[in-house]
């Protein structure tokens, strides 16, 4: 069992930085892979970014790749998202995720999840 709890979100313009950060509870954090997925208004649930349990392997969607990065540091029980070179589009509820076993990019795969946290780009 995990529990996630999301921070860092906030304003920022165009073309700006944020990194998120996930805490994770428990002794076993080093057996989950870890997911970020983003829901704007109106919108579904995009997958944005996930990484393997040991950190190795790491997954992006296409409309962040190369502007994202996630990373985690398992002796800190914490998943980073780093944001670069934001977009209006980016503008959303970002949500930490976690599952045992294989990385995927389907939110329905996900078992736990944090409470979101909001990102507002601004022009």
């Known amino acids: 069992q995990v529990q996630l709890v999301e921070s860092g979100g906030g304003l920022v313009q165009a073309g700006g930085s944020l990194r998120l950060s996930c805490a994770a509870s428990g002794r076993t954090f080093s057996s989950y892979s870890m997911g970020w997925f983003r829901q704007a208004p109106g919108k579904e649930r995009e997958f944005v970014a996930a990484?393997?349990?040991?950190?190795?392997?790491?997954y992006y969607g296409d409309s962040v790749k190369g502007r994202f990065t996630i990373s985690r540091d398992n002796a800190k029980n914490t998943v980073y998202l780093q944001m670069n070179s934001l977009k209006l589009e980016d503008t959303a509820v970002y949500y930490c995720s976690a599952r045992l076993g294989t990385v995927v990019r389907g939110s329905k795969a996900y078992d736990y999840w944090g409470q979101g946290t909001q990102v507002t780009v601004s022009s």
């Open positions: 990484i393997s349990s040991g950190g190795w392997n790491t």
